[in-house]
């Protein structure tokens, strides 16, 4: 079971990464770096590419962490 979990945490983390950059990347294509009243969805899409760059390690780290049924009976 928890072998599945990490499966799915580390899939988990590679959509979010993934959604996260081309929302983002999106976003900035979309404003195309207008200046005047774009600077809030310009900050908007730093603010999901730099996101994409957080949550996707953090998932990866809580998957790491999960432990065995074994694992735990052990210490």
């Not at 730093?46 to 009976?73: C, H, W």
């Amino acid at each position: 079971m928890n072998s599945k979990l990490k499966t799915l945490a580390r899939i988990g983390a590679g959509f979010s990464f993934l959604f996260c950059l081309v929302g983002g990347v999106w976003i900035l294509i979309t404003t195309g770096f207008k200046s005047g009243g774009d600077a809030v969805w310009t900050g908007i899409g730093l603010y999901f590419i730099g996101k994409a760059f957080f949550v996707a390690p953090m998932l990866l780290v809580a998957a790491d962490q999960v432990r065995s049924t074994e694992e735990r009976n052990e210490v």
